[in-house]
């Protein structure tokens, strides 16, 4: 089983809305990712956490916020978005047992629309 | 900086009409190199993992390819379900990937 699944689906927000985005999985994998996909356009790394720490935030606005409560949930707690964040948002998870040669396995996503 | 340039951007194929997808990188030390698959509105679908110049892996109507600076997606007489965008990536030590634009691939029966 190689499933990560994301809630919710769709979400629409205003700029001053608070949302959060959740992602779980239950391979027992020990790094999690937040990506950041806009049409046409690849994958965008946010942040990874690895073994329930952040471990990477490439310069993601203060406005995402992520948390990771345990090793198989990821959350992005969002807040006074911007519509120019409106996107695909995609969590994936690795085993960090691998090294770099690791699979990373995507979830649905969530699309997400600022107003 | 790992770069990851794909081609052609789209590609539009007859049922049964063969033909490749590239990836060509530029890395410090190839990791690993990744092929997903993406359909429209939806997360990116693991394919391959390709590692060592010269490694062919397969599944179903592809197969993937390796060489020191580029790989290769074959899609042998593709169907329509073939439809999607193919993103390729490369790994760095920190895990992070990078992805290449993608190759849309548009098979019409």
């Known amino acids: 089983d190689t499933e990560v699944t994301q809630t919710p689906k769709h979400l629409v927000m205003g700029m001053t809305n608070k949302k959060s985005l959740k992602c779980e999985q239950h391979?027992?994998?020990?790094?999690m990712y937040w990506y950041k996909q806009k049409a046409k356009k690849p994958p965008e790394l946010m942040f990874v956490?690895?073994?329930?720490?952040?471990?990477i935030n490439e310069s993601v606005p203060s406005r995402f916020s992520p948390e990771c409560p345990n090793s198989s949930l990821l959350n992005l707690h969002l807040h006074a978005l911007q519509p120019e964040d409106s996107a695909l948002y995609l969590c994936?998870?690795?085993?960090?047992?691998?090294?770099?040669?690791?699979?990373?396995?995507f979830g649905p996503g969530t699309r997400l629309l600022v107003l | 900086e790992d770069q990851v340039t794909q081609s052609p951007e789209a590609l539009r194929l007859q049922e049964g009409e063969s033909s490749s997808l590239n990836c060509s990188y530029t890395v410090s030390g190839l990791r690993g190199l990744f092929w997903y698959r993406q359909d429209p509105g939806k997360g990116p679908e693991f394919l391959f993992t390709?590692?060592?110049a010269g490694e062919e892996k397969e599944k179903e109507r592809l197969k993937a390819t390796l060489t020191k600076k580029e790989s290769f997606l074959h899609i042998t007489a593709p169907k329509p379900e073939d439809s999607a965008t193919y993103l390729c990536a490369v790994s760095s030590p920190d895990y992070k990937l990078s992805f290449g634009a993608g190759t849309t691939v548009t098979v019409r029966a």
């Open positions: 994936a998870s690795s085993p960090r047992q691998q090294g770099p040669l690791e699979t990373q396995y």
């Open positions: 391979m027992g994998h020990r790094a």
């Open positions: 390709l590692y060592s």
């Open positions: 956490y690895s073994y329930e720490k952040l471990s």
